[in-house]
């Protein structure tokens, strides 16, 4: 009987990861920004067999490409594959069920569609909701930078997470009320008129959504810390401004979203960005820079865990071989990366990348590309050899 035929992996990416190479898989080299080039031409081109029993992972630096989500979703339509969702963040696939999106009530119920509204409003006893869309990340942030906030409630947010982490405080300092929920000091308590201390997960009940969408609720660990839950703290900013949630516990939030469901009727549409003409080219001296973030990294989850923090990888600039030589990068040599926001400098390694491309951590070791250069991937960055 004849062996079965190993599935084909294949990851659209600007090098070998450490996770493609354990599973074997095959790098289509990408510089980043020509990700929908690369999607669209695996469905040309004939050599991914994919079809209904194939399956399409995206993540977050995907949503980053613009027309990148729509690529994958065609190449799905096109194939029959199935298209999953890997968030970063433990809470994003909850937040999503939430109707955390601005184009989303809970259970996945568009916004724009009036049988969904009639559903929410039902439940929540209104007798009618907005048909128009929420505010994103970066809409709240400008707003609150042009002065059409009079106040502004923040949770567990960390400013280095957004794409220009300057803009993002400038924005916090210009809101006339900004309430803060932390569990530790931050740039946001910081700047906060009130700061309101919420309980961590081992202090409180509740539950996350994996990425297949599983509920896994979870029990309170300790019990005698008396910190407020978040919810409980969101519950009474409610009703000190308005009519309230409806609910102050864990049990009453999770019956009113068992009460709602899940929608069953049409879902909201996807993303339809048509992809940049070209993605950006560096010229002499410079190079489009390429990252993710490691496992563990900088973030705010190693903060006083210096034994954790040392498990992390260090952080090393990554270039071509051909890119090494055009610079002159000697064997331990290192990289500097500079924008007119700041340089950074870091050691230096060939990698199987594409020439004029610089692959490095977000924000590992001390460096944050968002922070320090104002940058992320597909951006373009002056780049120069330094000494070992």
């Given at each position: ?61 995907l949503a980053a490409v613009p027309g ?35 184009g989303l009530l809970p259970g996945g ?126 519950a009474g900013i409610a009703e000190e ?148």
């Amino acid at each position: 009987m004849p062996s079965p035929v190993p599935p084909t992996r294949r990851s659209v990416a600007p090098l070998t990861s450490r996770g493609l190479g354990k599973l074997d898989g095959v790098l289509v080299r990408t510089t980043p920004g020509d990700e929908p080039a690369a999607i669209t031409a695996l469905a040309d081109n004939g050599e991914l067999a994919l079809d209904s029993g194939g399956l399409i992972l995206v993540g977050e630096r995907l949503a980053a490409v613009p027309g990148a989500l729509t690529a994958a979703l065609r190449l799905a339509g096109r194939t029959g594959a199935r298209v999953a969702w890997i968030p970063r963040r433990a809470g994003e696939r909850g937040a999503l069920e939430s109707g955390c999106l601005p184009g989303l009530l809970p259970g996945g119920r568009p916004v724009g569609d009036a049988g969904a509204r009639v559903d929410v409003a039902t439940a929540w006893g209104a007798s009618s909701l907005p048909s128009q869309a929420g505010r994103s990340t970066g809409q709240i942030l400008a707003a609150a930078a042009a002065g059409d906030l009079h106040a502004l409630v923040v949770g567990g947010v960390e400013p280095a997470d957004v794409p220009d982490p300057q803009a993002a405080l400038t924005a916090l300092d210009s809101v006339p009320f900004l309430v803060s929920l932390e569990i530790r000091a931050s740039e946001v308590s910081e700047r906060a008129d009130v700061v309101l201390p919420v309980a961590p997960a081992a202090e409180k009940a509740g539950s996350f959504v994996d990425w297949e969408g599983r509920v896994r609720p979870f029990d309170n660990v300790l019990h005698t810390t008396g910190v407020l839950p978040d919810l409980r703290v969101l519950a009474g900013i409610a009703e000190e401004t308005g009519p309230g949630l409806g609910f102050r516990t864990v049990e009453g939030a999770r019956a009113e979203m068992v009460e709602l469901g899940p929608w069953d009727g049409e879902r909201a549409g996807g993303p339809d960005v048509e992809p940049e003409s070209r993605a950006r080219r560096a010229g002499p001296g410079e190079a489009v820079l390429a990252g993710w973030r490691l496992l563990i990294d900088g973030g705010r989850m190693q903060d006083g865990d210096r034994y954790l923090a040392a498990t992390g990888r260090a952080a090393v600039a990554l270039v071509s071989a051909t890119t090494a030589a055009a610079l002159g990068l000697s064997p331990g040599g290192s990289l500097a990366l500079s924008t007119e926001r700041g340089t950074l400098s870091m050691p230096a390694a060939v990698a199987d990348l594409p020439d004029d491309v610089v692959w490095a951590p977000l924000n590992s070791g001390g460096i944050s590309l968002h922070r320090q250069l104002g940058a992320g991937p597909g951006d373009v960055v002056r780049i120069e050899a330094g000494m070992p």
